[in-house]
């Protein structure tokens, strides 16, 4: 018998997905009692495939903003500036958020200062917007791959930036250690898929799991909410 969610299996399917050039880079893994076994990783031209994906994710760890401030503030939302000041030297790598009013097509907030990361992918957290309901928090997350890293190095911020060999290095050896099974990820080789983008979806997909185990951790405790109902937060 077929489920609304696919079939009736023995296992759930959790996911880590982050943007990147061609779409969405999936990072899966099958998780039944103990047993976590991670898949290879894929690419979804929209988010609407993730969304839609058969099995269904029981989990999904989403590096992108769900939840929007109406208004420009100074730091960003409140969970920009607490995951910031939680990773110290690495607290650069969390961008604000956009405001809601840079979501609609070709127009951005004037009052919206946004870098140049976050411009570039403003058309992949459009998808994002464009399919988040209230209800759809009960499986996506927003969740940062640096907020992973530091809860997997026991809350402790990672030395070397990932845009460095060392840094590369460093976050393949604490994943491997880790997370068993997780060279399916970070030795993948797809299409326009930096190294970087496997490192991140693997952290992605340990805080996937945790937030299944009911072990993630919300930034802030008590998180805000935006005018569409949707919790402003970042889970680790």
């Not at 996911?15 to 880079?25: D, F, S």
């Not at 999904?60 to 990773?87: F, K």
């Not at 099974?181 to 930096?194: K, Y």
Request: hydrophobic share 40%; net charge neutral; aromatic share 6%.
């Amino acid at each position: 018998m077929r489920t609304r969610g696919g079939p009736d299996l023995p296992y759930s399917i959790v996911a880590g997905v982050t943007p990147c050039a061609p779409g969405w880079l999936v990072a899966s893994a099958k998780l039944h009692g103990s047993t976590f076994a991670p898949e290879a990783p894929r690419v979804l031209g929209k988010f609407t495939e993730v969304l839609d994906e058969r099995p269904t994710f029981a989990v999904i760890a989403l590096n992108a903003p769900v939840g929007y401030a109406e208004e420009s503030q100074l730091g960003g939302r409140t969970c920009d500036r607490m995951a910031r000041a939680l990773l110290g030297r690495r607290g650069s790598t969390v961008h604000n958020a956009p405001t809601r009013a840079s979501l609609q097509d070709d127009v951005v907030d004037v009052d919206d200062r946004l870098d140049a990361i976050t411009q570039v992918l403003l058309r992949r957290y459009r998808e994002v917007a464009a399919e988040m309901a209230p209800y759809r928090q009960r499986t996506v997350f927003e969740v940062h791959p640096e907020l992973s890293f530091y809860q997997i190095n026991a809350d402790e911020p990672l030395r070397w930036s990932k845009k460095s060999e060392a840094g590369r290095a460093e976050r393949g050896e604490i994943l491997r250690h880790r997370v068993p099974g997780i060279e399916r990820v970070l030795e993948a080789e797809i299409d326009e898929v930096p190294e970087t983008h496997l490192i991140d979806s693997a952290a992605l997909l340990w805080t996937a799991r945790r937030i299944f185990a009911r072990a993630g951790t919300r930034i802030p405790k008590d998180p805000e909410w935006d005018e569409q109902g949707l919790r402003m937060e970042l889970v680790r």
